[in-house]
């Protein structure tokens, strides 16, 4: 079934490990993104990346790292993780070149607890 | 990026049609509206776009005013499955009409579906 894959779906990490939250789709999509949605401050976009070998900074980047060296991967990565942190992200793609037809297509989420 | 201004929680009772009301009166002539919604659990999920006119597709319909300041989606025969977080999004298009802007999301509406 086409679509986004993230790993791990839980993890329970301690303050001041480094982590990598992996995300692969199937679907050739050239864009794709990172969010984190917390209770009560909804989904907030982390980075984004609009085609392989370009990343960019969303609303909330600090304590965060990308890179995009394929189509397919978007590795996410905390350096040194924090418990503000804490949160459940979501990494998605979209074909925005095509966008007046498809939307994103989001995945299942990992849930990261940092203590 | 233009906003926009959805009621916190609706209910509804089930195989009854759902009205879920969008405002967005600073809306611009290059953005579309767009739906999304949330499943208990899961990642947000692609409903419907449109610019102008009413759009229809197998999940809802989308309902534009003239002004295009205000939109509803529509969920003809809401079932326990559609419980969830409706998320109403204004995306711009870019001067080519090639592709969106990154997605950015508010606090949705909740809606109940009663048995």
């Known amino acids: 079934i086409a679509g986004i894959t993230q790993a791990p779906t839980s993890q329970i990490l301690a303050a001041g490990r480094r982590m990598t939250l992996r995300c692969t789709q199937d679907m050739r999509h050239n864009a794709m993104y990172w969010y984190r949605q917390d209770l009560g401050l909804g989904l907030r976009l982390i980075h984004y990346?609009?085609?392989?070998?370009?990343?960019g900074k969303g609303e909330v980047p600090d304590g965060y790292s990308v890179s995009r060296a394929n189509t397919d991967d978007f590795p996410l990565t905390l350096a040194s993780a924090v418990p503000s942190q804490t949160s459940v992200y979501f990494c998605?793609?979209?074909?925005?070149?095509?966008?007046?037809?498809?939307?994103?297509?989001f995945g299942s989420g990992t849930r990261l607890t940092v203590v | 990026d233009a906003k926009t201004t959805q009621p916190n929680s609706m209910e509804s009772n089930e195989e009854e049609p759902v009205h879920l009301p969008c405002n967005h009166s600073t809306i611009s002539g290059t953005d579309y509206i767009h739906w999304y919604r949330q499943l208990p659990s899961q990642g947000p999920e692609y409903v419907i776009h449109g610019l102008t006119s009413n759009v229809n597709n197998r999940m809802a319909s989308l309902a534009i005013a003239e002004d295009r300041k205000s939109s509803t989606l529509i969920l003809h025969r809401a079932t326990l499955r559609d419980a969830a977080v409706y998320y109403c999004?204004?995306?711009?298009?870019?001067?080519?009409?090639?592709?969106?802007?990154?997605?950015?999301f508010g606090q949705g509406t909740i809606l109940t579906v009663h048995p």
């Open positions: 990346s609009n085609t392989a070998g370009t990343t």
């Open positions: 999004i204004l995306r711009a298009l870019n001067a080519g009409g090639t592709s969106y802007g990154k997605l950015t």
């Open positions: 998605a793609s979209s074909d925005s070149n095509t966008g007046l037809t498809y939307g994103y297509t």
